[in-house]
């Protein structure tokens, strides 16, 4: 049995701060008339914060024994809070306005009290959502500067993809930090059309360059060599392949000097031929609100969550703000799959015994590929699908409606030829479909040969343990020659997934990636 008396410990502890008999550290906080200074122990400080651990190890002392932090940003208020935070472990934020507890959180973040300020931010983002929406400038500048705070700025890219206007058309967008801006090119959930993308990082490159000639007609092979080092990781995250070709002559073609030559040539290869491969990486196309768009644009919705509303009056009244798009029971983004079998397959990743039901499927699937959108060709499917982990890749039997597939977690990758992958996760498996009374789930039993990466991106696509489902084409499209197989022996995987080993060509195949909701 013990004993505890923490209270009473936080409470003696806070009153070292008014005994000036042991001192041995003064820090001076603030600037002008609020100047202040604080008497601290040295013991204390570095057994509490890191970031005092090191200043002391800097801080040369004076004839007294003294050492004398100066820290003229933060100001006496907050600093007082944050000391008896260090001193007695306790805050009391009950009648503190929401902008003094938004400053204790990025001072004590400063000061390397992390508990501090993780406690804060997630304090903020529960109860102070609607401050942190009408303060929207204030805030989302001012969490980028680090990796920080990872929890505010998916609060706030999630609203900008709602509302992308809400940055991107502010007066002070060309202000942005770069991290920032990286950070939203990332999602795949921006409601806007990448030609859109494409005008907005053009803009913020020059504006970080102002001495570059206003026409860019008029520019030297070294001002586009500026702008493309100024650019150079944000244009790796436009959607290059989703852009009308007629904008990508009107609009990209004046800058294709920041494009690497490649790419240039890949993009004018593709709005030629679109079926033919390319060399460079094709990133899937965003999710946007445009009804008129191509299905594999938009994520299989959760049909049973409701929209959030955002309840900021300054968010709901801006005339910029995109319509919303509310996902109805009809929606549907496979043409393959549907909801049952997604909640099945979610189950099989999570090796669940019992299948999600529908109101709690963790998952969305985000369309990667579509054969009959995409093509059938091999290689499509390396290129697309490269860089890619978490996938599970369907098809559909032609003559027999069976559905196949296989779950990947690792990373497809291209540059890989002719290897085994090993993996305890990968799994394959048929789906109940017509006159397939029951899904089939098959486990991988050989870890070593779990996937095979073929050496010949022009015959093979996807390829599970030793043929037991892999897709073939000798003729460089699945749908044309009978080369697909599920090979019925045992080696790899558990059970086989087809009654027969007979070869077959496929109707459609689509690849999804699985993203946690």
Same mark, same amino acid.
């Given at each position: 049995?013990?004993?505890?008396?923490?209270?009473?410990?936080?409470?003696?502890?806070?009153?070292?701060?008014?005994?000036?008999?042991?001192?041995?550290?003064?820090?001076?906080?603030?600037?002008?008339?609020?100047?202040?200074?604080?008497? #601290?122990?040295?013991?204390?400080?570095?057994?509490?914060?890191?970031?005092?651990?090191? @200043?002391?190890?800097?801080?040369?002392?004076?004839?007294?024994?003294?050492?004398?932090?100066?820290?003229?940003?933060?100001?006496? *208020?907050?600093? @007082?809070?944050?000391?008896?935070?260090?001193?007695?472990?306790?805050?009391?934020?009950?009648?503190?306005?929401?902008?003094?507890?938004?400053?204790?959180?990025?001072?004590?973040?400063?000061?390397?009290?992390? /508990?501090?300020? #993780?406690?804060?931010?997630?304090?903020?983002?529960?109860?102070? %959502?609607?401050?942190?929406?009408?303060?929207?400038?204030?805030?989302?500048?001012?969490?980028?500067?680090?990796?920080?705070?990872?929890?505010?700025?998916?609060?706030?890219?999630?609203?900008?993809?709602?509302?992308?206007?809400?940055?991107?058309?502010?007066?002070?967008?060309?202000?942005?930090?770069?991290?920032?801006?990286?950070?939203?090119?990332?999602?795949?959930?921006?409601?806007?059309?990448?030609?859109?993308?494409?005008?907005?990082?053009?803009?913020?490159?020059?504006? *970080?360059?102002? $001495?570059?000639?206003?026409?860019? /007609?008029?520019?030297?092979?070294?001002?586009?060599?500026?702008?493309?080092?100024?650019? +150079?990781?944000?244009?790796?995250?436009?959607?290059?392949?989703?852009?009308?070709?007629?904008?990508?002559?009107?609009?990209?073609?004046?800058?294709?000097?920041?494009? =690497?030559?490649?790419?240039?040539?890949?993009? $004018?290869?593709?709005?030629?031929?679109?079926? *033919?491969?390319?060399?460079?990486?094709?990133?899937? %196309?965003?999710?946007?609100?445009?009804?008129?768009?191509?299905?594999?644009?938009?994520?299989?919705?959760?049909?049973?969550?409701?929209?959030?509303?955002?309840?900021?009056?300054?968010?709901?009244?801006?005339?910029?703000?995109?319509?919303?798009?509310?996902?109805?029971?009809?929606?549907?983004?496979?043409?393959?799959?549907?909801?049952?079998?997604? #909640?099945?397959?979610?189950?099989?990743?999570?090796?669940?015994?019992?299948?999600?039901?529908?109101?709690?499927?963790?998952?969305?699937? +985000?369309?990667?590929?579509?054969?009959?959108?995409?093509?059938?060709?091999?290689?499509?499917?390396?290129?697309?699908?490269?860089?890619? %982990?978490?996938?599970?890749?369907? %098809?559909?039997?032609?003559?027999?409606? @069976?559905?196949?597939?296989?779950?990947?977690?690792?990373?497809?990758?291209?540059?890989?030829?002719?290897?085994?992958?090993? $993996?305890?996760?990968?799994?394959?498996?048929?789906?109940?479909?017509?006159?397939?009374?029951?899904?089939?789930?098959?486990?991988?039993?050989?870890?070593?040969?779990?996937?095979?990466?073929?050496?010949?991106?022009?015959?093979?696509?996807?390829?599970?343990?030793?043929?037991?489902?892999?897709?073939?084409?000798?003729?460089?499209?699945? $749908?044309?020659?009978?080369?697909?197989?599920?090979?019925?022996?045992?080696?790899?995987? =558990?059970?086989?997934?087809?009654?027969?080993?007979?070869?077959?060509?496929?109707?459609?195949? =689509?690849?999804?990636?699985?993203?946690?909701?």
């Amino acid at each position: 049995m013990s004993f505890k008396f923490f209270d009473k410990l936080s409470k003696d502890f806070t009153e070292l701060l008014n005994d000036k008999k042991e001192y041995n550290v003064i820090i001076e906080v603030d600037k002008g008339g609020n100047r202040k200074s604080f008497i #601290a122990h040295s013991v204390i400080l570095r057994y509490r914060s890191p970031y005092f651990d090191k @200043e002391l190890e800097n801080v040369i002392t004076n004839k007294n024994n003294i050492k004398t932090i100066i820290k003229p940003n933060i100001s006496a *208020q907050i600093f @007082e809070i944050i000391l008896k935070y260090i001193y007695g472990g306790i805050i009391n934020i009950e009648n503190m306005d929401t902008k003094t507890i938004y400053e204790l959180m990025v001072n004590a973040n400063e000061l390397e009290l992390k /508990e501090l300020s #993780a406690k804060l931010e997630s304090y903020l983002i529960e109860f102070k %959502a609607s401050w942190l929406r009408t303060h929207f400038s204030l805030v989302y500048r001012s969490i980028f500067d680090g990796n920080d705070f990872e929890d505010l700025k998916n609060f706030y890219n999630d609203i900008i993809a709602k509302y992308p206007n809400l940055i991107f058309e502010s007066e002070d967008f060309t202000s942005l930090q770069e991290t920032a801006l990286i950070s939203i090119l990332k999602r795949d959930d921006l409601k806007v059309e990448e030609i859109k993308f494409w005008n907005y990082i053009i803009k913020w490159g020059i504006a *970080q360059n102002p $001495t570059l000639p206003a026409n860019s /007609e008029e520019w030297s092979n070294e001002n586009f060599k500026v702008l493309k080092i100024t650019l +150079q990781q944000c244009l790796p995250l436009i959607r290059y392949f989703h852009i009308p070709g007629e904008d990508i002559w009107k609009k990209v073609k004046p800058y294709k000097k920041i494009l =690497e030559e490649q790419l240039w040539d890949d993009l $004018t290869q593709y709005f030629m031929y679109p079926n *033919q491969p390319v060399k460079s990486l094709i990133l899937p %196309a965003r999710i946007i609100s445009t009804p008129n768009l191509s299905s594999r644009t938009r994520t299989i919705p959760n049909l049973t969550s409701t929209p959030n509303l955002i309840s900021s009056p300054n968010l709901i009244s801006s005339p910029n703000l995109p319509s919303r798009t509310i996902s109805t029971p009809n929606s549907t983004v496979s043409t393959i799959i549907n909801r049952k079998h997604i #909640a099945e397959i979610s189950s099989w990743v999570d090796r669940k015994s019992a299948i999600y039901s529908l109101a709690n499927i963790p998952y969305k699937f +985000q369309l990667i590929l579509r054969g009959s959108g995409d093509g059938f060709h091999p290689k499509t499917f390396w290129n697309m699908c490269h860089g890619h %982990a978490r996938t599970i890749v369907v %098809a559909k039997v032609a003559g027999t409606e @069976e559905i196949v597939g296989g779950y990947n977690p690792l990373t497809w990758d291209n540059s890989k030829r002719g290897v085994f992958m090993k $993996t305890n996760d990968s799994f394959i498996f048929s789906l109940k479909n017509g006159n397939i009374q029951d899904s089939i789930l098959s486990r991988v039993i050989n870890s070593r040969k779990a996937l095979f990466y073929s050496d010949d991106p022009n015959i093979y696509g996807p390829c599970f343990g030793n043929c037991q489902f892999m897709m073939e084409s000798k003729v460089s499209d699945f $749908t044309k020659d009978k080369q697909c197989r599920c090979d019925y022996y045992l080696n790899c995987y =558990e059970n086989p997934i087809r009654t027969t080993s007979d070869e077959f060509s496929i109707l459609d195949y =689509e690849v999804f990636k699985i993203i946690k909701k």
